[in-house]
C-alpha cells in the first residue's frame, strides 16, 4: 500500500531554507528596463532568456525567488508558460518560490486563485502566494485552507511599503484596532497552532521606519520588501521590526537584478544582501 506522507508545513521549511541559504528573497522582476539593461529585447525571447539566467544564477543558493507575476502576464499566454517553466526549474533547483500575484476576490473565486497556485495539479504551483485580504480576510479562507493542505504558504498584505498603502490600512475601525493590525491579528490566530515558524505570512514594508505600535509577533514569516530600488537597507531592519526580526524574509528585486546578465554578480549581489541581512539579525539578536 502507497503510504501518502503530508507535506511539510510551508513554515518549516521556509525556516531551514533560511537557516542554511540565508533569510532572502529575491524578487524576479524582469522590467522592461532591466531587459534593456541587460541588452535583451522587450519581448517574449528577452523575457525567457532574463528569467532563465536569474533562476540559474540563484535558485541553487537563494531561500526564496519571488516571480512578479504581472511581469509576465503582460506578454499573454506566452508569458504565462516562461512563468511556468521558472516556478518548475527553480522549485528543481532547491529555492522556495514565492508567487507575488496579489490575488484578492471574493470567496468563491479566491478558491480559482487558490487552485492557481496552491493546487499541485496546476503548472503555476508554488511554494506560496501572495494576497490582497482587503475583500475581507474571511474571503482569503480558500487559499488558507488550500494551502494547510498542500504544506503551502501565504502571504497576506499587512503594511505594504509604498506611502499610499497607509490611506487604508492604518485606517481606524470601530473597535479602535487600525486595517493592519486587523490584518496582523488574523494572521496570528492562523498560526497559534503552529510548532516554529507559522506558514501565514503578513508583507510588511522595510521602509516604514519604526512600527512598534503594530504587533508583529504572529509567529509568522514577515515578508519584507523594499530593500534596495525603494530605499531601505538591511540595517533598517531591527529599527523597523525590532524582536520580530528573526521572523523577516527580506525581499530585494531590482536591488540585485540590477547586476546583471552576469552570473557571478547576480550571485554576488545576493550573498552580499543576504549577510547583511544576517549581521542585522544577529545584531539585534545581541540587543535582546
Ligand atoms: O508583495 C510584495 O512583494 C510587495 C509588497 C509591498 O508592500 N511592496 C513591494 O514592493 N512588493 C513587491 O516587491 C517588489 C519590490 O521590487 P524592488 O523595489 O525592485 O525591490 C515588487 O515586485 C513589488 O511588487
Not at 492562523?190 to 508583507?203: C, I, K, M, Q, T
Request: charged share 20%; with cysteine; glycine share 10%.
Amino acid at each position: 500500500m502507497i503510504q501518502e506522507t503530508a507535506p511539510a508545513p510551508f513554515g518549516a521549511r521556509l525556516r531551514r531554507a533560511m537557516d542554511e541559504r540565508g533569510p532572502l528573497c529575491v524578487g524576479i522582476d524582469p522590467h522592461a528596463s532591466l531587459l534593456a539593461d541587460w541588452g535583451l529585447n522587450d519581448d517574449v525571447a528577452g523575457l525567457a532568456r532574463f528569467t532563465r539566467t536569474v533562476v540559474e544564477a540563484l535558485a541553487d543558493r537563494v531561500a526564496v525567488l519571488k516571480p512578479q507575476s504581472a511581469f509576465f502576464e503582460r506578454f499573454g499566454s506566452r508569458g504565462l508558460a516562461v512563468l511556468e517553466t521558472a516556478v518548475v526549474e527553480a522549485r528543481e533547483r532547491g529555492a522556495l518560490v514565492l508567487m507575488d500575484a496579489k490575488r484578492g476576490d471574493i470567496g468563491s473565486t479566491m478558491a480559482a486563485y487558490a487552485a492557481t497556485y496552491l493546487d499541485p495539479a496546476s503548472p503555476l504551483f508554488s511554494d506560496a502566494v501572495t494576497v490582497s485580504p482587503y475583500l475581507g480576510y474571511g474571503s482569503l479562507r480558500p487559499a488558507l485552507d488550500l494551502a494547510a493542505a498542500q504544506g503551502c504558504g501565504v502571504f497576506a498584505l499587512a503594511l505594504t511599503s509604498n506611502p499610499e498603502g497607509a490611506e487604508f490600512q492604518r485606517a481606524v475601525r470601530e473597535d479602535g484596532r487600525t486595517v493592519a493590525a486587523t490584518v496582523l491579528g488574523h494572521l496570528a490566530a492562523e498560526n497559534a497552532a503552529a510548532e516554529g515558524l507559522g506558514s501565514y505570512g503578513a508583507v510588511v514594508g522595510a521602509t516604514l521606519g519604526d512600527l512598534s505600535a503594530f504587533d508583529l509577533a504572529i509567529n509568522g514569516p514577515l515578508l519584507a520588501p523594499g530593500i534596495g530600488a525603494q530605499g531601505a537597507t538591511p540595517a533598517d531592519l531591527p529599527t523597523v521590526f525590532g524582536d520580530a526580526v528573526r521572523n523577516v524574509l527580506p525581499s530585494v528585486s531590482r536591488g540585485v537584478l540590477r547586476h546583471g546578465p552576469d552570473t557571478g554578480a547576480l550571485r554576488d549581489a545576493a550573498a552580499r544582501c543576504a549577510d547583511e541581512v544576517r549581521a542585522a539579525i544577529d545584531q539585534q539578536e545581541a540587543r535582546q
